[in-house]
């Protein structure tokens, strides 16, 4: 079974693995995996396989079998034809008929005896399936709420959260439990681990660091509103988006650093790029790139700004060197360049917008 997926949507989901929300593929015979638009977070690699949960309740498993062409990737355009992906497998996470929506994204762990794939699902369960088996099921842990958070792993233990309003930690190898840890709200994003912390937000308005090891409180910064975009870091800096509309800066002890005020709600995870953070309200209309210095002050944080979409922007950016790509709930995928003008100051400069539901290009 082959997957047709022509000219940029092929690169970019080879190449990025980001931008599934946008896309519907196609297969021989006039069949199409809806189930793929939708999707909210980032696909996953594994070796030359990509794993992507869908809307539909199906994780799928789909053989890239190729290198990237450099030209190709940089220009948004196929040199190696239409059919690029062959399906592997496909999974109905929880069980047929009717499996649950899956809203987060997975996460391939690496393991040479026995490589997994680990997803959570509407139905509150987190899931673990034989990557190289045809996604033969692992284990299965059961949580108290929905689960939208896209789980990461560090040293055998995966993290993630739940609509219960707890934080997780559970051991790959056999699903049992190593902690749990409280918040006050839902949890949505994906985890970011710092140092030996797990800094994640909550719809409680607050954003948690919790000790990678047992799980107990390190600190907490309030926003206004709710947690949802996942967290970024540099070395010694943690970035957080908010539905306010505030980029949050802290520092490893919790410390508030600086606030950023995008005026839009921002549910996208942002992104960092050498020379700035990438930031997008969910109003669509505007990519920010943003100084992290700590003593840069007011309006001068805003290195430039590109208008790009009319639709909303929930997907987290994904960046490949100072190149970003995202999708809209338009259906768009968009390229935006970060380039050095004469003056030497850095530029965002849109390279190219990709509608998936026409199959061309939008500008």
């Not at 638009?37 to 799928?60: E, P, T």
């Not at 949802?228 to 505030?246: K, L, Q, T, Y």
């Amino acid at each position: 079974m082959i997957v047709r997926l022509s000219g940029k949507i092929g690169i970019l989901a080879a190449a990025s693995a980001a931008l599934i929300m946008g896309l519907a593929a196609c297969i021989p015979g006039g069949s199409s995996i809806t189930g793929l638009r939708g999707s909210f977070d980032n696909a996953a690699f594994g070796d030359s396989n990509l794993y992507v949960s869908g809307i539909d309740g199906y994780l799928y498993s789909m053989d890239m079998g190729f290198s990237v062409n450099s030209t190709a990737s940089q220009s948004g355009e196929s040199q190696i034809g239409s059919d690029i992906l062959s399906l592997n497998w496909r999974v109905a996470v929880g069980g047929e008929p009717e499996p649950e929506p899956l809203i987060g994204g997975p996460v391939f762990v690496p393991d040479p005896d026995l490589p997994m794939v680990l997803v959570g699902s509407e139905d509150g369960n987190f899931y673990a399936f034989d990557a190289d088996n045809g996604g033969d099921p692992l284990w299965t842990f059961t949580t108290g709420g929905r689960i939208w958070s896209t789980p990461v792993v560090r040293d055998g233990i995966v993290y993630f959260g739940s609509h219960d309003k707890y934080v997780y930690a559970l051991r790959v190898g056999d699903g049992s439990e190593k902690w749990r840890f409280k918040t006050g709200g839902t949890i949505a994003g994906r985890p970011l681990i710092f140092r030996d912390m797990i800094v994640i937000g909550s719809f409680d308005k607050m954003l948690y660091a919790i000790d990678a090891n047992d799980g107990s409180f390190r600190w907490s910064v309030r926003g206004d509103n709710w947690f949802w975009a996942g967290a970024v870091a540099d070395e010694r800096s943690i970035f957080a988006g908010n539905m306010d509309g505030n980029i949050y800066a802290v520092d490893g002890e919790g410390i508030l650093l600086w606030i950023y005020d995008l005026g839009s709600a921002i549910v996208s995870r942002p992104a960092l790029v050498a020379g700035g953070l990438i930031a997008a309200g969910k109003n669509g209309r505007v990519v920010n790139l943003l100084d992290t210095k700590p003593d840069t002050a007011g309006s001068n944080r805003v290195i430039d700004t590109e208008f790009v979409s009319d639709s909303e922007i929930k997907s987290p950016m994904f960046v490949s060197g100072n190149t970003i790509y995202f999708g809209t709930q338009g259906s768009t995928i968009i390229r935006i360049n970060v380039n050095t003008n004469r003056a030497g100051r850095l530029d965002l400069n849109e390279a190219w917008c990709f509608d998936t539901d026409q199959n061309l290009e939008c500008n």
